[in-house]
Nanobody, 127 residues
Framework: QSQLVESGGGSVQPGGSLRLSCSTSKFHLDDYATYWFRQAPGQEREGVACISSHDRGTQYTGSVKGRFIITRSSSQNTVYLQMINMKPEDTAVYYC????????????????????WGQGTQVTVSE
């Protein structure tokens, strides 16, 4: 059973917004870099956003820069992905992943580097 739980997905029209959440009861997310990945049908899982441990920085893949914002709430032990101005190509199952090396920056962008995946949350952008 995964230690991570994703939620917040749904269906929106192009230009719409959603906020995804990633939480866990197993460890403090503050201490680790957390990523959002997504997987569209027939495609590999790709990393789209990362927040480093202790909020020392964020990084985004080019296709979501300026539209997605990753944040962390220490009190809620949750990492969020705010998505605005969404496009049909954002349609995918979204997953979060945690780099369990303490004090890590955003350096682990390959899905092959993770074993623990939650169930994901479906995001659909269409008219």
């Amino acid at each position: 059973q995964s230690q991570l739980v994703e939620s917040g997905g749904g269906s929106v029209q192009p230009g719409g917004s959603l906020r995804l959440s990633c939480s866990t009861s197993k460890f403090h997310l503050d201490d680790y870099a957390t990523y959002w990945f997504r997987q569209a049908p027939g495609q590999e899982r790709e990393g789209v956003a990362c927040i480093s441990s202790h909020d020392r920085g964020t990084q985004y893949t080019g296709s979501v820069k300026g539209r997605f914002i990753i944040t962390r709430s220490s009190s809620q032990n949750t990492v969020y992905l705010q998505m605005i101005n969404m496009k049909p190509e954002d349609t995918a199952v979204y997953y979060c992943a945690v780099d369990l090396r303490e004090k890590a920056m955003c350096t682990m962008w390959s899905e092959l580097q993770y074993e623990d995946w939650g169930q994901g949350t479906q995001v659909t952008v269409s008219e």
